[in-house]
């Protein structure tokens, strides 16, 4: 399977612990992308990457999350001190380094299957 | 005012109806525009992507009109298997964040 992988898929955890998720991309893509959905929303924003630079983060983003790309490849999303309020689906995207399908400022974003969390 | 905007549904149809999907946006710089689907519990993929002039892929058309800030994706003879949440997308600058709806519902019965 060449498409973006998420692991784990699912984590249950108690409020307070923290958590780390992995995302590897589409392996050509340099852009990788973090978003976070809940129930009956569209998913939403939270930061991403060119290569190994961060080059953007959402105002959801709070000091608890961090996310790296060290080597340009994977990217990991930790969630320190988890509370209730962070149970979500948590997905990854990655696009390529140029507009898709041959289309200048189309950046087609693939998504990976999600990490569901879980908090206690 | 949300900055993107879509009536949730759900869409009722039965099979062969054609049905039609209306978004607006809010940010008039906005750069590009997709519709992807998402079935339940899993991830959105990508349908389409929206251009100025219009484009079709089979039976989706998907038409934007940037002068509105407004998005539409029609399906012709639909099937049991276009069942799913449909959620318009927006690119405020290119390769940036995907600026998502809430997505519509659509259930397709026999």
């Known amino acids: 399977d060449t498409g973006v992988s998420q692991d784990p898929r699912h984590k249950i955890t108690k409020r307070g612990q923290n958590v780390t998720f992995r995302c590897d991309p589409i392996?050509?893509?340099?852009?990788l992308y973090w978003y976070r959905q809940t129930l009956g929303q569209g998913p939403e924003f939270l930061t991403y990457f060119q290569n190994e630079a961060q080059l953007e983060k959402s105002r959801l983003l709070s000091d608890r999350f961090s996310a790296e790309r060290p080597k340009g490849s994977f990217s990991t999303l930790e969630i320190q001190r988890t509370e209730q309020g962070d149970s979500a689906m948590y997905l990854c995207?990655?696009?390529?380094?140029?507009?898709?399908?041959?289309?200048?400022?189309?950046?087609?974003?693939?998504f990976g299957p999600g990490t569901r969390l879980t908090v206690t | 005012r949300k900055e993107v905007e879509q009536d949730p549904g759900p869409f009722n149809v039965p099979e062969g109806a054609t049905v039609a999907f209306n978004c607006t946006y809010s940010n008039s710089a906005s750069q590009s525009f997709f519709w992807y689907r998402q079935d339940c519990r899993k991830e959105p993929k990508l349908l389409m992507s929206?251009?100025?002039s219009g484009n079709e892929d089979g039976r989706f058309t998907a038409q934007l009109n940037r002068a509105s800030q407004y998005i539409s994706l029609l399906i012709r003879d639909s099937k049991l298997s276009d069942s799913a949440t449909y959620l318009c997308v927006v690119n405020g600058q290119a390769g940036t964040a995907l600026i998502f709806g809430k997505g519509t519902t659509l259930s397709v019965s026999s």
């Open positions: 929206v251009y100025s």
């Open positions: 995207a990655s696009s390529l380094p140029s507009g898709g399908r041959g289309v200048a400022n189309y950046y087609e974003q693939y």
């Open positions: 392996s050509e893509h340099n852009r």
